[in-house]
């Protein structure tokens, strides 16, 4: 959660919903992230920045993601390649332009049941995003590699392959750190905002697949 403190009307003071939470679930929002993009960031970024830093991966080591074009996706591909990185991921052919320009040196058709032949293999790391993918990945993994699987499917070990499933953890000082790069506009995010009378027909979006690769947000108003 990063807070925003908000005005009450006529400006006599500020108003904010109290929520249970630990230090670790939360930090204060930066100036120049605005509510709607805060809101985006928190789940999607940690897991991303988590995985990566599980990974530990150096600059030029090679790096697989599926399902790139989504939320988590998008955040990883930016941190890996901030790092140096050379990421290859597959998501749609209409995400390709986008996903580029945020980083990855390739980007594969997920629709090509045979997009795993159209790649060069030898990953240094493969990072599952997109699920039933992790079977495919693993083959394209170098011996001696890793996979990190978000779907909760990863395979069995093989080839001196370091496999595991991950799953995001609150961490106030990271959520700090990725605001951060938000505000500045290192780290890009979009979020698209839909005003809460929609939000059954947002859960119905998300749950068919169909909110192409954008973290709905949804508003007041």
Not at 52 to 62: I, M, P, Y
Not at 122 to 146: K, N
């Amino acid at each position: 959660v990063l807070a925003h403190e908000a005005p009450l009307p006529g400006g006599s003071g500020f108003w904010a919903e109290r929520v249970l939470i630990n230090a670790d679930h939360a930090a204060a929002c930066p100036p120049g992230l605005d509510a709607v993009h805060a809101a985006a960031l928190p789940v999607n970024g940690l897991t991303a920045l988590q995985a990566l830093e599980k990974l530990d991966l150096s600059r030029g080591q090679r790096l697989l993601i599926t399902n790139g074009g989504g939320g988590t996706g998008a955040l990883a591909i930016q941190l890996a390649a901030a790092k140096g990185i050379e990421v290859t991921t597959t998501a749609s052919a209409t995400a390709a332009e986008r996903l580029r320009g945020l980083g990855a040196m390739e980007v594969v058709d997920y629709h090509d049941p045979n997009w795993s032949t159209n790649v060069r293999g030898g990953f240094d790391a493969a990072l599952i995003i997109a699920d039933g993918t992790a079977d495919t990945a693993l083959p394209l993994v170098r011996d001696g590699g890793q996979l990190c699987s978000l779907t909760s499917d990863a395979p069995p070990e093989e080839r001196g392959i370091t496999s595991w499933d991950l799953y995001v953890e609150p961490n106030a000082t990271q959520l700090v750190q990725l605001a951060e790069q938000a505000a500045a506009g290192t780290l890009k995010l979009t979020p698209e905002p839909l005003p809460l009378s929609e939000g059954p027909a947002a859960f119905t979006q998300v749950v068919a697949g169909r909110a192409g690769g954008k973290k709905i947000v949804l508003t007041p108003a």
